[in-house]
């Protein structure tokens, strides 16, 4: 299983960008992905998360109306658009999956995630 995120880089405040997360290895139905970030000095914190099966989503507080996540499962894709990006959103990018749904909680914990993909970089600047 292998998961490949891309799409970060350096932005201006109010700027925008698009992560894409691009899963194998396993099938198209798989339970659950999301999205997590983790900035220098800092916790790893869950972001926003997507149901595979009916694309029910989840956003953290501080990004709600700025982010979207979306989803192709036929093409195991997982994409976060970033609008009106702001300093604090700086942070290394990570998806994550869960294939299966084991416990029935939602929003998927973050110690449920059963695969991690390298990081891609966001940071906003001026």
């Known amino acids: 299983v292998q998961l490949q995120a891309c799409g970060g880089g350096l932005v201006q405040p109010g700027g925008s960008l698009t992560l894409s997360c691009e899963a194998s290895?396993?099938?198209?139905?798989?339970?659950?992905m999301g999205w997590f970030r983790q900035a220098p000095g800092k916790e790893r914190e869950a972001v926003s998360c997507?149901?595979?099966?009916?694309?029910?989503?989840h956003y953290i507080d501080s990004v709600k109306g700025r982010f979207t996540i979306s989803r192709d499962s036929a093409k195991n894709m997982v994409y976060l658009r970033l609008n009106s990006l702001k300093p604090e959103d700086t942070a290394v990018y990570y998806c994550?999956?869960?294939?299966?749904?084991?416990?029935?909680?939602?929003?998927?914990?973050?110690?449920?995630?059963?695969?991690w993909g390298q990081g891609t970089q966001v940071t906003v600047s001026s």
């Open positions: 994550a999956t869960k294939v299966q749904d084991t416990s029935g909680r939602w929003p998927i914990p973050l110690w449920e995630y059963d695969y």
């Open positions: 290895g396993f099938g198209s139905d798989w339970y659950g």
């Open positions: 997507i149901k595979g099966s009916d694309g029910r989503t």
